[in-house]
């Protein structure tokens, strides 16, 4: 069974930094499209960065230069590294697997951005 698992998330004042990982099994994250989402309370889920096979990265522009989306190949995991965060990146967040028409998801893990 394919399983996702985040970890990483927590309380973080503004202006500090979170590493999120994504732990993959059954799946190759090489193979696949890796993206985070973020899902606010009462916002629709969002693409917050995504990897491509080819290494190819794409950010949300509200993100942009302040988040970096990597893939460990060898340990089937993909991390985002969040720094200069704000109390706007207060969300969920998800990590998702492409290789269509497959699509996984994670189950979440909170972030908390707050004085």
């Known amino acids: 069974q394919v399983q996702l698992v985040e970890s990483g998330g927590g309380l973080v004042p503004p202006g500090g930094s979170l590493r999120l990982s994504c732990a993959a099994s059954e799946i190759s994250v090489r193979l696949y499209t890796m993206s985070w989402y973020r899902q606010a309370p009462g916002n629709q889920r969002e693409l917050v960065a995504s990897i491509g096979t080819g290494g190819r990265t794409n950010y949300a522009d509200s993100v942009k230069g302040r988040f970096t989306i990597s893939r460990d190949n060898a340990k089937n995991m993909v991390d985002l590294q969040m720094n200069s965060l704000k109390p706007e990146d207060t969300a969920i967040y998800y990590c998702?697997?492409?290789?269509?028409?497959?699509?996984?998801w994670g189950q979440g893990t909170q972030v908390t951005v707050s004085s």
């Open positions: 998702n697997a492409v290789q269509v028409p497959r699509r996984y």
